[in-house]
Each structure stands twice: as C-alpha cells, then as structure tokens.
C-alpha cells in the first residue's frame, strides 16, 4: 500500500490564546523541546511514509523556521519528503482554505499526480503516538473506502469532539460534531484515511467541511470504518487541556520518550543547562541552554531560559528564552518566548488585591484558562520589577507593564 500524506496545519487554534497570535496551533511548543506537529511528523517517519504534504495558512512562519528541509525528520530527500503549501503560492494569494476539506480541493492536483492508492489525513495540532501502519493494515482489509481514527474519552470531554458511534463490525452508524452531551463513548481524533480515488469522487467546489461534507454523508452511505486507538494521546486544544497534558509529563515523562519511537525536532544548538551552588530543582522538565539559580518546581523550561537568584518558579511553563529576575515568584503561569520578567515580580498570585484589577491592560478574561486560574504571559512581552499579576491574569504579546 503506498500512502500520501496530508497534513492539516492552517488552524489558529483561538482557544489557545495568546500562545497562538504569532504562531500556528502546529507551532505552539510542548513538552519542553517539541513544536507539537513534531509529533505527527515523527508518527510519519516511524511507520515508514515519507511522501509528506503541510497545509499551511495561519502565521505559517514559525512553522516554515522549524519545518525547512525536513532533515530532523529525514525527510530532506530527492524522491518525496516534506513539503509546505499555502494558498497563496498557487496564484491565489486571496483565495484562502475556507475549511479543512477546501484545504485539500485547493491542493488536489497532488492527489490526482500521487501514484499512492491512499491518502491519509491528519490534523498536525495533536500530540500522539501512533503507528499508522496498524490503522492502514485494517483499512485494505476491510474493504472500507474510508477510515477514521477514535479513542475513548471521558462524559467530560466529549463537548470537545465529533463522537462517533460504531457497530461490533467496525462500520461507523452515526457522527455527532462536539455535542452538548452525548452517550457515544469514542471520539473522532481528525486522523482519516481514505482510499485516493474515493476522496477525489467526494472532494468539489462545494465541499468545504471534511466532517460535515464528507464525512457524514460517507457515514449515511455505510462507507466509513473505525479504528479504535488505545495509546498515548492529548487534546492540547485549550489552555486548560494543554496545561494538563504539559503536566501528566512530569508525573510520567515516558508517555513521549519511548526507545523505539523517539519524538524528533529541530534542535538548538545549545549547551547542557547550568544549575547555581543555590539552585533548586524538583519534578521538573529543564532543557539545554537554561540558567538556573532559583527554584523550579513542577515546571517545564525550554531552551535558553534563565531563573534568577531567589527566583521560585512553581507549576509553570516557561518558552524559550524568557528571564524571570531575582526574587520574582510564578505561579501556575505559563510564559511565552523571549519574555522579561522584572525582579521581586508576583505572577499568578493566588488572590488579588482591587489595585490589581485597574490597569486597563491587564487582561482579567473569563476564558477556560481564567476559571482554572492559569495566567497567560505573551510572546516578547516586559514586567518591570514589582509587577503583580493576579491568578488567571492574560498579557498579550509586546506588553509593557510597570
């Protein structure tokens, strides 16, 4: 079976919030040295498909720096590799996705060229382990044209997806898209596969939807199989859901650190992390290039960080190359690339004084992130020294706070 694989990656992903105005869903960074479509390429790479298209749109810039040749990935190669689309580099430069299944008429002349017999689809803005392999043997052996990937998920949780309802020989009977409440067990994870010639029949002018106008109307004709998935898998959609999927790391860090399946990225170059006589570190994720002379704990650093003298870090997640000065404290926070934080700073205090609430540019929302009091710090933003952020606080990027 020879695979074409296309890649979902023009999402802005709005619930992430500041993590993504400058940046791509795919390009938020996770687990303390990954961009999360690092993950999805990996998968890629490991179950041997090499013929790689990205759908690119939203601020694709980050994604384009870390991506380039694709040699992290092996993927720099004569016959096949990675390869970035954008509408505009077709001479349409207004002509914009206008929806996951438009993404991919946009871009059909590369199906129609592929001598595959089978185009898988994936969403890059999931972090997974998987091996499409298993997913690709059941799909030629059950005569499905489509297959789409689910995995059990909690009550709680199925608000957030397109759940699905399977009968006990594998044919999908029903879709509900991201319900209030529903009593269908596994959810939809983006990942389909299609037999080519089926997709191109479903794929015109019109379609713009995968899930809605192909989908479900693939679903009503009996030609969609599940496959059921049972490893390692993170919705990172929210910031609630990112945090905590950020967080079950430091509790078990080999959900992505298997010896047969390592994560690959793009590396930096950096030195191995330098920890202070006075340093502290517990139950944390610190990569190469970081500065530590404070106390981090329950946290994850990224490359080039620097933790000053008397500085406590807790709970936190901390992008590459910020710098949180003497005698500051964080909490629950997590802070963007190439921030400053001034010294004896306050983030994310657990309460709040009235004074805190008054500077019209502290963002105080009442998103997700709020209610689950995770402040949100953007990308090169300044805390001078003696900032006070309250728990659930939201900077956007290029702030200057005194």
Same mark, same amino acid.
């Given at each position: ?298 946290? $994850? ?9 008397? !500085?406590?870090?807790?709970? /936190?997640? *901390?992008?590459?190359? #910020? @710098? ?52 949100? $710090? ?9 900032? !006070?952020?309250?728990?659930? /606080?939201? *900077?956007?990027?290029? #702030? @200057?706070?005194?």
């Amino acid at each position: 079976m020879k695979i074409l694989t296309m890649i979902l990656a023009g999402g802005r992903g709005r619930e992430l919030s500041v993590l993504t105005r400058h940046r791509a869903k795919t390009s938020v960074p996770f687990g303390g040295r990954y961009r999360i479509i690092d993950f999805c390429l990996s998968n890629c790479v490991h179950s041997g498909l090499t013929d790689i298209a990205i759908l690119a749109q939203y601020n694709p810039t980050s994604l384009m720096e870390h991506i380039r040749m694709g040699k992290p990935w092996d993927l720099d190669r004569r016959s096949g590799g990675v390869y970035i689309m954008q509408p505009a580099h077709r001479g349409k430069a207004a002509n914009w996705y206008l929806g996951t299944a438009d993404a991919l008429l946009q871009n059909i002349d590369i199906i129609r060229n592929s001598d595959s017999d089978t185009v898988l689809v994936l969403s890059g803005d999931q972090v997974y382990l998987m091996d499409y392999r298993l997913m690709a043997r059941q799909h030629a052996e059950s005569n499905n044209p489509v297959t789409i990937a689910c995995k059990a998920v909690s009550p709680k949780q199925r608000g957030r997806f397109g759940m699905v309802s399977m009968s006990k020989d594998g044919i999908v009977r029903d879709f509900q898209e991201k319900p209030v409440a529903s009593e269908f067990h596994n959810a939809s994870l983006g990942i389909y596969m299609f037999d080519r010639k089926y997709l191109l029949d479903c794929l015109s002018e019109n379609k713009r939807d995968i899930v809605f106008d192909i989908l479900m109307p693939s679903i009503e004709r009996g030609d969609v199989g599940g496959y059921l998935f049972g490893g390692y898998w993170e919705d990172t959609g929210s910031i609630p859901s990112y945090f905590k999927a950020s967080m079950r790391l430091l509790k078990n860090r080999s959900l992505i650190t298997k010896e047969d399946w390592s994560i690959f990225t793009r590396g930096e170059g950096l030195a191995p992390a330098k920890f202070s006589a006075r340093a502290s570190v517990h139950d944390s994720i610190v990569a190469d290039g970081c500065v530590i002379e404070g106390e981090v704990r329950g946290s $994850i650093l990224f490359p080039g960080v620097h933790i000053g003298r008397d !500085v406590q870090v807790i709970d /936190s997640i *901390i992008f590459s190359g #910020s @710098r949180i000065i003497n005698g500051s404290r964080v909490l629950r926070t997590i802070i963007d690339k190439d921030v400053f934080v001034g010294s004896d700073s306050d983030i994310g205090r657990k309460r709040a004084a009235k004074k805190d609430f008054l500077d019209p540019r502290l963002g105080l929302v009442g998103g997700d992130h709020g209610k689950n009091r995770i402040s949100l $710090i953007g990308k090169n933003t300044r805390l001078h020294s003696g900032c !006070v952020l309250p728990a659930g /606080s939201m *900077i956007e990027p290029e #702030s @200057r706070m005194r």
